[in-house]
């Protein structure tokens, strides 16, 4: 069946600091969704990208929809405290609007 | 604009009990999901809508059950609660691939 790997599982990093992850499928996806959750709450979409090769942005946020359709990355440039929290990212099922959804990573701000 | 609201935001049960979650969009979307989430893992799917009066299995529909008499109304069914039953389960609405979730009820099963 179509899986989603996620990596980083999880990332300590500085606040000001540049971060970098990713998702793999196991197959071709004709949209990536990204989504971050803040703990207690629910996800909350960042962005959604439609193309292959789109380069999409929202804030500090970039998202890219990788040209072999197979994978997807979000960058976060100069991370601040309330970058905290857990991303994830998903892709389209075969039918019915359902998504697949990877594990998620972790992000944590070294004190 | 609302979104989606969820009610309770948290809840014990007893073993064998049973409970309607109740999950409500105002954004007219036709496509509405369950999820549960356990601790530190990812979303599972439990049942889905493409439309009021349908509503089909996800992932791990067993011990639940649903329905979708209009659009906007989305109420999860737990019949006789057990252990394994305890989560966070997520209510979202979408349209085409884009989902917008709710805040969550957490409910626990002793």
């Known amino acids: 069946g179509q899986q989603l790997n996620q990596s980083p599982q999880s990332m300590f990093i500085q606040e000001g600091e540049d971060v970098s992850m990713n998702c793999t499928s196991s197959s071709i996806f004709n949209t990536w969704l990204w989504y971050k959750q803040d703990p207690g709450e629910g996800p909350v979409l960042l962005i959604a990208?439609?193309?292959a090769g789109e380069l999409t942005s929202n804030g500090r946020l970039t998202a890219q929809f990788g040209i072999t359709r197979k994978d997807s990355f979000l960058n976060i440039s100069a991370s601040i405290p309330s970058d905290v929290g857990i991303y994830f990212c998903?892709?389209?099922?075969?039918?019915?609007?359902?998504?697949?959804w990877g594990a998620g990573t972790k992000l944590i701000i070294k004190p | 604009n609302a979104g989606v609201t969820q009610t309770p935001k948290f809840r014990i049960l007893k073993i064998g009990q049973s409970m309607t979650l109740q999950c409500t969009q105002d954004?007219?979307?036709?496509?509405m999901y369950w999820y549960r989430q356990d601790p530190g893992m990812g979303l599972k799917l439990i049942y889905y809508s493409v439309g009021a009066g349908i509503t089909d299995k996800g992932e791990v529909p067993n011990g639940y059950n649903v329905s979708r008499s209009t659009t906007e109304d989305f109420p999860l069914r737990l019949e006789l609660a057990a252990p394994s039953q305890t989560s966070v389960y997520f209510c979202?609405?979408?349209?085409?691939?884009?989902?917008?979730f709710g805040p969550g009820t957490r409910l626990t099963v002793t």
């Open positions: 990208l439609y193309k």
């Open positions: 954004m007219n979307h036709n496509y």
């Open positions: 979202a609405s979408g349209r085409y691939y884009e989902q917008y």
């Open positions: 998903a892709g389209p099922m075969d039918s019915n609007y359902q998504l697949i």
